[in-house]
């Protein structure tokens, strides 16, 4: 199974950013060209997906999505190269604090399916909080 570690996490206050960092490993992501989505869970809140990039090789050409609640606030990319996918965090709001979580069900196109992944990383901690 593909592995992940999520960095980046911490305390920021509301309006604030952060970059969380996700590194494959066991697998190169440069070559398998997987779609990558990052997911975030709240105490006493189901999974949820808010952010997924296809990869380059596919008709949908490395495109992003992004759920309505972190659209026009978060940002996704990709660098191949160094196996690393990004989620920048814009205006975070105190509704974002979560663990959050990338992941790949193997697939090349987005979406991801949150029932087909096989296996999460242990996620990286955003606290927003004054």
């Known amino acids: 199974q593909e592995q992940f570690a999520e960095s980046g996490g911490g305390l920021v206050q509301p309006g604030g950013s952060l970059r969380l960092s996700c590194t494959a490993s066991?697998?190169?992501?440069?070559?398998?060209?997987?779609?990558i989505g990052w997911f975030r869970q709240a105490p006493g809140k189901e999974r949820e997906g808010v952010s997924c990039?296809?990869?380059?090789?596919?008709?949908?050409?490395?495109?992003?999505y992004y759920s309505d609640s972190v659209k026009g606030r978060f940002t996704i990319s990709r660098d191949d190269a160094k196996n690393t996918v990004y989620l920048q965090l814009n205006s975070v709001k105190l509704e974002d604090t979560a663990m959050y979580y990338c992941?790949?069900?193997?697939?090349?196109?987005?979406?991801?399916?949150?029932?087909?992944?096989?296996?999460w990383g242990q996620g990286t901690q955003v606290t927003v909080s004054s």
């Open positions: 990039i296809s990869s380059d090789v596919t008709y949908d050409r490395g495109n992003s």
């Open positions: 992941a790949t069900d193997n697939s090349n196109v987005c979406p991801v399916l949150l029932g087909s992944v096989g296996r």
């Open positions: 066991g697998f190169p992501l440069g070559l398998e060209h997987y779609a």
